[in-house]
């Protein structure tokens, strides 16, 4: 599996739907069909970056993360 912000695959699972990229630092959530990506701000908090990505190529990396799991 790649992250499909920085094609880094130092990816950790964090949680049952949760993944962490060590390359970039932000926090992938998989909830059925559908992948969001948030920042992890210096607080703790998440912003979405969900915007930022276009919704084939979020289909791809689904693909390749829910193989991978």
């Known amino acids: ?6 094609s880094s ?3 950790g699972k964090i949680g049952s739907h949760q ?5 970039c ?3 992938l959530t998989v909830n059925g069909e559908k992948m969001s990506v948030y920042q992890v ?4 908090t998440l912003s979405s970056l969900d915007d930022l990505f276009f919704g084939e ?3 791809q990396d689904f693909s390749q ?3 991978s799991t």
Not at 1 to 6: E, R
Not at 19 to 23: E, L, P, R, V
Not at 41 to 44: F, H, I, R, V
């Open 41 to 44: 701000e210096e607080d703790g």
């Open 1 to 6: 599996m790649k992250c499909p912000n920085c």
């Open 65 to 67: 993360m829910h193989a």
């Open 25 to 27: 630092f932000i926090e």
């Open 19 to 23: 993944f962490y990229c060590w390359g």
């Open 57 to 59: 190529e979020m289909t």
């Open 9 to 11: 695959k130092d990816i």
